[in-house]
């Protein structure tokens, strides 16, 4: 079946940078498009990144534009979150998601566990 | 930029019907479609309906989508309201790689 496990979580000083990552297993993962989606405290569900199936394509909320980068390494079923610069804002759980339609139509239907990223100093 | 826009909170006893709605402030839902999604505290989303009325499967067929025929409005209906079904619940669409989420509905079973 599907699984997406999540690491890399932590708390971190403003300023700081951390990477989280997302292995892949039971199915194909070099063919789908990944997201990363968070939740702050007490907050809603935000888009934060995507990548297409071979990495060539990448897509960013405002928010983290120039901050953030989303990368994946398809020999070993891994998605990654490079976040840098990180504020108290970003605090927040981190899920990443398969995007099964691709980058025009994105959406989720396989979600990994989360991961907490707590910026604070 | 579009948002979507969602009451902010339902109720309703077990086994009744509720509906949570999702309004598109631009675009159209006929080609962006909208998904839903239940999030419950301490675990990560569900899938409960994709591409405006599909189900995935594990899903109880007591979830049900639609989209009306302006195409700006969605809906998510759960019929005989169980008491797991409380829970928060998100519509999203796109346009693009743009993605949005609605606010939230938070549902609470009486």
């Known amino acids: 079946q599907v699984q997406l496990i999540q690491s890399g979580g932590g708390v971190v000083e403003p300023g700081r940078s951390l990477r989280l990552s997302c292995a892949a297993s039971?199915?194909?993962?070099?063919?789908?498009?990944m997201q990363w989606v968070r939740q702050a405290p007490g907050k809603g569900l935000e888009w934060v990144a995507l990548i297409r199936w071979d990495g060539t394509h990448k897509f960013y909320a405002d928010s983290v534009q120039g901050r953030f980068t989303v990368s994946r390494d398809n020999s070993k079923n891994t998605l990654f979150l490079q976040m840098s610069s990180l504020r108290p804002a970003d605090t927040a759980v981190y899920f990443c998601?398969?995007?099964?339609?691709?980058?025009?139509?994105?959406?989720?239907?396989?979600w990994g566990q989360g991961t907490l990223v707590t910026v604070s100093s | 930029n579009f948002m979507l826009t969602q009451p902010h909170s339902v109720s309703g006893s077990p086994g009744k019907t509720v509906t949570i709605s999702c309004t598109r402030s631009s675009g159209s839902f006929a080609s962006n479609l909208v998904q839903w999604y239940q999030l419950r505290p301490g675990s990560s989303p569900t899938t409960v309906i994709f591409e405006n009325s599909h189900r995935p499967s594990g899903v109880p067929d007591r979830f049900s989508g639609s989209v009306d025929s302006s195409s700006l409005s969605a809906s998510l209906t759960i019929s005989g309201l169980k008491a797991e079904d409380e829970a928060d619940y998100y519509c999203q669409s796109y346009d693009g790689s743009n993605q949005v989420f609605g606010g939230g509905t938070r549902l609470t079973v009486l």
């Open positions: 039971g199915f194909d993962f070099s063919t789908y498009t």
């Open positions: 998601a398969r995007a099964p339609c691709g980058v025009d139509c994105p959406w989720g239907d396989h």
